[in-house]
């Protein structure tokens, strides 16, 4: 059984939420060590003790979408702005991540890749030739190739589709 849980921290006004594979009541996250920090420095700023309580949000099978629904419900509660929670992910545009894409090309290699997507790397090779491609890694390593062929501008619009197919599931802007 796998659950999304939110946790409140209602004497500052801010939550937490996140996922387990498991059901235990007992169980309440495993929370970054700079969002730790962020959660000790609002009540120490404030004076008041850590006090906190778990509601569970969702409930069911463990399957592909867990982590899909964890992002969207972080989403709809806008705990990963610093002002309402202690979310780190999903990014958002001009709050964690910068405000462009930014494109780091490897030395003096053809392969460009963006670094800021808060759901994993794009990798794009769109200069030169036999073939172009582009492919998308996800935050757990795991590599879709979008595109591979002879058109430069079917490369790109793999990429663009897909980066904007994420952003919707995730309800973040396009950028």
């Known amino acids: 059984m796998a659950i999304i849980y939110k946790i409140h921290y209602d004497n500052v006004g801010k939550a937490y939420i996140g996922s387990s594979l498991g059901a235990d009541p007992d169980y309440w996250g495993s ?16 004076g ?9 949000l969702w409930q ?3 399957d592909d979408t867990l982590l899909a629904r964890e992002y969207a419900l972080i989403t709809a509660h806008r705990t ?10 999903p990014m958002l545009e001009g709050v964690n991540i910068p405000p462009k894409v930014r494109w780091h090309p490897p030395g003096r290699g053809v392969i460009q890749e963006t670094t800021n997507c808060p759901y994993g790397t794009y990798t794009i090779h769109i200069h030169g030739e036999p ?3 582009s492919n998308f890694t996800d935050l ?14 079917q490369a790109w619009h793999h990429y663009i589709a897909h980066k904007n197919q994420m952003a919707d599931l995730l309800g973040n ?3």
């Open 140 to 153: 757990d390593g795991d590599t879709v190739e979008l595109y591979r062929g002879r058109s430069k501008a």
């Open 60 to 62: 069911g099978e463990p």
């Open 80 to 89: 990963n702005i610093p002002e309402y929670g202690y979310n780190l992910m």
């Open 31 to 46: 929370m970054s060590p700079t969002g730790s920090a962020r959660i000790r420095d609002d009540h120490a700023r404030v």
């Open 131 to 133: 073939d172009f491609w």
């Open 48 to 56: 008041l003790p850590i006090e906190r309580r778990r509601e569970i």
């Open 173 to 175: 802007p396009r950028q």
